[in-house]
């Protein structure tokens, strides 16, 4: 049995630490009433042989829905709760670190770490994601969301996409379209303020839904767009019809939203630290970010072939002037090109970190439990150069699949996160 040395760590408002290492905090953990379970994982890692690691197993974090930050509120499909990344950001680094995700998505783990006084580094095949990420690393005041949207000529649309009106009113639909002439424009021209960054972004996430605060009539989730003709089936279901929205008055009340929990001292700290963040548009394997200026990585990717993030995004990429399917996403559908995939990965994140920087690499459950994705990461880690120290599965009485998909709780879906930690040595 390999033996896993402790992590040492400066405890900042952590649960009973115990002899100063992060392992300690994990066996002693008692932060929702119950005690953390310890066991042993065991891995085959090629030529190396194979590799026990300690798992724990609790509650690390809360099960409860928006309980993060109001910056927070922005929908994305597979994306892992704020307390996930904030739980590894307060205990693996200080305030002025570098914190980075590979696979940033909406950004989760970059805007927690802005929050926590953290430079964010970010990267995305998708361009999709910096336009998602990156104005809430330094969100404009209300006022200048107010002004940027009474510059808008809402009747300037142009030709209106026919096809989308199985989504949207006519008016709305124009509405929509002026919107997006007027930031493609001042995108081209490069003069897009922080205001029109905010409001694509907003509009992005108001493009579809299930209640009045979206664009369209009754559809899926907002983080997933359905095919226009697929549209037309739940409108004939539903014996529904798209109404007309007020697309300014919709971007107004969700900016509100957003910037609920900032405070004016946050806001202020948050554009003081902004001009550190660093986002790349690329693959994840290869990117342009410096050289062991990281401390800590919080990342999951994307898991094998369970979600099409191009279907997903196609209405959010057209808005955005995104060609959805020029985007090379990874959809391994095999463990061992996944696998190679996250190897490769990983070599860039290690060439990234700073010496004893630590990867906290989040993989979830895919195929009903039935493949552990850890055990196709630890190997992945060790064959990238890192050393594996230990797992944590945070353990939910409750699944991420909402009833709007019909699935009772606990009975389908994801209920778990399991995060393997690395570390880099020399």
């Known amino acids: ?5 402790a992590v040492s760590l400066p405890f900042d408002d952590v649960d009973e630490p115990h002899g100063g290492s992060f392992e300690g905090l994990l066996a002693q953990f008692a932060g929702e009433g119950a005690r953390t379970v310890v ?4 891995v085959s890692a090629g030529p190396a042989g194979s590799v026990t690691v300690p798992l724990y197993i609790n509650e690390f974090w809360t099960a409860r829905q928006r309980a993060a930050h109001s910056l927070h509120e922005v929908s994305y499909r597979a994306c892992f709760k704020p307390q996930l990344p904030r739980f590894f950001i307060e205990r693996l680094t200080a305030p002025g670190d570098v914190v980075y995700d590979p696979f940033m998505g909406r950004g989760t783990t970059l805007v927690e770490a802005a929050l926590l006084g953290r430079q964010a580094y970010g990267c995305d095949v998708n361009p999709l994601s910096r336009v998602l990420c990156e104005p809430r690393l330094a969100p404009p005041a209300i006022h200048a969301v107010r002004e940027a949207l009474a510059g808008v000529d809402f009747t300037d649309a142009g030709d209106l996409p026919d096809d989308l009106l199985v989504f949207y009113h006519p008016e709305t639909l124009r509405q929509i379209c002026a919107l997006r002439k007027y930031l493609l424009t001042r995108e081209r021209l490069g ?13 992005v996430n108001r ?6 605060g979206f664009f369209s009539v ?22 529904q019809k798209p109404e007309p929205r007020d697309v300014a008055g919709i971007i107004l009340r969700k900016s509100r939203a957003l910037l609920g929990d900032l405070t004016q001292s946050a806001q202020e700290a948050l554009a003081h630290i902004a001009p550190g963040h660093r986002i790349v548009t690329g693959p994840s394997s290869k990117t342009s970010l410096p050289d062991a200026s990281v401390t800590l990585a919080v990342t999951s990717p994307p898991f094998l072939d369970v979600v099409d993030y191009k279907s997903d995004n196609w209405l959010r990429c057209w808005f955005s002037g995104i060609e959805a399917v020029s985007v090379p996403v990874t959809m391994a559908r095999r463990i061992d090109a996944w696998q190679a995939f996250v190897t490769d990965t990983l070599c860039d994140v290690r060439r990234l970190l700073k010496p004893g920087g630590h990867v906290a690499f989040e993989v979830g459950e895919v195929r009903g439990g039935a493949v552990r994705l850890e055990e196709a990461v630890i190997p992945a880690g060790m064959a990238a ?4 120290l230990l797992v944590v599965i945070n353990a939910q009485q409750f699944t991420k699949t909402a009833n709007c998909w019909g699935v009772a709780n606990n009975r389908k879906g994801t209920n778990s996160n399991r995060i393997v930690l690395f570390r880099k040595v020399l």
């Open 191 to 203: 003069v897009l303020t922080a205001a029109d960054r905010w409001i694509r972004m907003v509009a």
């Open 1 to 5: 049995m390999k033996r896993v040395g």
């Open 207 to 212: 493009l579809t839904g299930h209640s009045s």
């Open 218 to 239: 009754y559809t899926l989730p907002p983080n997933q767009a359905v095919s226009a003709r697929s549209q037309a089936k739940i409108n004939a279901r539903r014996g």
């Open 39 to 42: 066991q042993a994982l065991t």
């Open 385 to 388: 150069g890192l050393e594996p």
